[in-house]
Structures are given as structure tokens and as C-alpha cells.
């Protein structure tokens, strides 16, 4: 199986800081990552989709890069509603779909 | 708009089957090129995808709850539903229907999710 390992699993920022979060698959997705960010309570939301492509609505401070093995989700210039959980997804292979553990983006 | 909404009962007992629907609005069951799946996250913890069916009904598991895990479609309804069989306090979790895109097998719309309670 394919394991999907998140750094840092906790993130201390403030409002306007850039922030990066990175994922790595324990073998190569080539391209097939997704980012997600979540709140309590509410179901995941889809930010990025294929490693680098924008879903329509999310706002352009969000962005993601890499591919096979290292991703990374870069949040330009972090805003209030951004502190949440994040979660990258792989597609590929056996059993399809496996996600990251999370990393929480909390309040500096 | 698409919009997905989770049904059924909030506890379930011990070695019970947990029964799950989603309901669909804004588009098609039927007009292909998505994975209707079924997502789970335990409390406080990270998400597990159980499986999904596609419009045509053939479906695909994942191979840790393989054995006990059947999805079904009913198109006429615009519905699709889980079925976990034998279930222990481990399966105590927040169920999560979604819609996966062919295009970029990622999940772009979600139900809002329902807590499903294992215990006598």
C-alpha cells in the first residue's frame, strides 16, 4: 500500500504568513495528489486536484506543487479562515485512495 | 449545484450491518465519469475511503474492508448506499458520501457527513 506521510502534523502561524505544508508518498503518484482543507465539523473541502491545479473557487493564495514522490501546499499569504486541518490525497494504486494524517494549521 | 446528503441510523449495535444512503441533487447518478464513494473518519483521526460504484454498478473496495463492505446504486432514485457488515466499536465514525471525478480522482463535492455510533 501506499502511505502518505504529512510535515508537520501541527503549524503555528499568523495572518499574513506563508505557509507550506509538505506530503510524501511513500512511492511514486507521479501527479495524482489532491489537497484538502477541512473544519471542525464540516466535511473536506477540495483546494487542489493533480499536484498544481486550482479547484474553481478556492482563492488563488492557495497553491501546489511536485510530483512522484514530495508535494508541497503553499499558502501565500495565510488569511483567518484559513486555520484548519489540511489533508493531501494520493491516487495511483492499490487500494486507490489513501489520504495523509493531516496537518493543523493553528493560531500563532 | 451539486449536493449530497447521507441517511440512516445513528447507532448501530455490535455485529449489526450498518446501512448508509446517499441522495444526490443537482446531477445525474447516471451521466458517468465519477466515482460515487463512501469515505469515513474515525473521531479525531484521519479519513479512510471504504469504496466506490460507478453509474454502470461495477464497484471497487478497499481491500481492508473488502469482506464486509457492499455498495449499491439505485439510479431511479439517484441514490447510492453502504452496506458494513459485522461491525465493532471500531467502525464508530463519521460516514462521508462523495463524488470522485474521473478527470482528477479527487473528491469535489461532499455530503455533510453522519455519525455512525457501535455500541450495545
Known amino acids: 500500500d501506499i502511505q502518505m506521510t504529512q510535515s508537520p502534523s501541527t503549524l503555528s502561524a499568523s495572518v499574513g504568513d506563508r505557509v507550506t505544508i509538505t506530503c510524501r508518498a511513500s512511492?511514486?503518484?507521479?501527479?495524482?495528489l489532491a489537497w484538502y482543507q477541512q473544519k471542525p465539523g464540516k466535511a473536506p473541502k477540495l483546494l487542489i486536484y493533480?499536484?498544481?491545479s486550482l479547484e474553481s473557487g478556492v482563492p488563488s493564495r492557495f497553491s501546489g506543487s511536485g510530483s512522484g514522490t514530495e508535494f508541497t501546499l503553499t499558502i501565500s499569504s495565510l488569511q483567518p479562515d484559513d486555520f484548519a486541518t489540511y489533508y493531501c490525497q494520493q491516487y495511483n494504486s492499490y487500494p486507490l485512495w489513501t489520504f495523509g494524517q493531516g496537518t493543523k494549521v493553528e493560531i500563532k | 449545484q451539486v449536493q449530497l446528503q447521507e441517511s440512516g441510523p445513528g447507532l448501530v449495535k455490535p455485529s449489526q450491518t450498518l446501512s448508509l444512503t446517499c441522495t444526490v441533487s443537482?446531477?445525474?447518478?447516471?451521466?458517468?465519469?465519477?466515482?460515487w464513494s463512501w469515505i469515513r473518519q474515525h473521531p479525531g483521526k484521519g479519513l479512510e475511503w471504504i469504496g466506490y460504484i460507478y453509474y454502470s454498478g461495477s464497484t471497487y473496495y478497499n481491500p481492508s474492508l473488502k469482506s464486509r463492505v457492499t455498495i449499491s446504486v439505485d439510479t431511479s432514485k439517484n441514490q447510492f448506499s453502504l452496506k458494513l457488515s459485522s461491525v465493532t466499536a471500531a467502525d464508530t465514525a463519521v460516514y462521508y458520501c462523495a463524488r470522485g471525478e474521473v478527470y482528477s480522482n479527487a473528491f469535489d463535492y461532499w455530503g455533510q457527513g453522519t455519525l455512525v455510533t457501535v455500541s450495545s
Open positions: 443537482g446531477g445525474s447518478i447516471s451521466s458517468g465519469g465519477y466515482y
Open positions: 493533480k499536484a498544481s
Open positions: 512511492q511514486s503518484i507521479s501527479s495524482w
